[in-house]
């Protein structure tokens, strides 16, 4: 099989459910701009996690695999028919256990803090506004499964407590705003 089809060369892309749409498509740039924070997780992982936080990065980054084929399959053809693309109320839940894990390591939160750290910890803050502006999209598609958003919205907000957990087990003093 090739990786290219050419099919793309005017400007239009197939959902799902076969139906072409613009590559300009809120669509497309909703499940794109997962694909970006996908990617960005990728460069994270690439700067050396410990195995703990780099097994939660990959089942994030399969999750996204999962978001991004829901986004792009909007008559839902697949959802019902693929598992490794069902997200429900327990992947929402895994997040939130893993948020409150980490936070029970950290130093409370007094005040807003500047990104950066070391090279994973500030890679996961830019990760964690690149999800926002999915989840942005999303909203903006009005259309969206609701346990998709939260699952978004929980996203963003483990990535800013695993930010700081990584900074704080590398050693790496939070520079407070």
Do not use: C
Request: proline share 4%; aromatic share 6%; no cysteine.
């Amino acid at each position: 099989m090739k990786i290219y089809t050419k099919t793309g060369d005017s400007g239009t892309t197939n959902l799902f459910d076969g139906t072409r749409i613009a590559k300009s498509d809120p669509r497309v740039d909703a499940y794109g701009e997962v694909d970006e924070a996908n990617a960005v997780l990728g460069l994270v992982r690439a700067s050396g996690l410990d195995p703990e936080v780099d097994a939660m990065v990959v089942q994030v980054q399969r999750d996204l695999f999962a978001l991004g084929s829901r986004l792009a399959d909007p008559t839902e053809r697949i959802a019902d028919r693929v598992q490794k693309v069902s997200l429900g109320a327990d992947d929402v839940e895994r997040l939130e256990g893993w948020i409150d894990r980490l936070e029970a390591e950290l130093p409370p939160l007094r005040r807003f803090i500047l990104a950066g750290g070391s090279p994973a910890g500030a890679t996961l803050h830019l990760a964690r506004t690149v999800f926002r502006r999915a989840e942005r999209r999303m909203v903006a598609l009005g259309v969206v499964d609701p346990v998709l958003l939260a699952y978004v919205n929980r996203l963003s907000d483990f990535l800013f407590v695993l930010a700081r957990a990584v900074n704080h087990r590398a050693g790496i003093s939070e520079v407070e705003w």
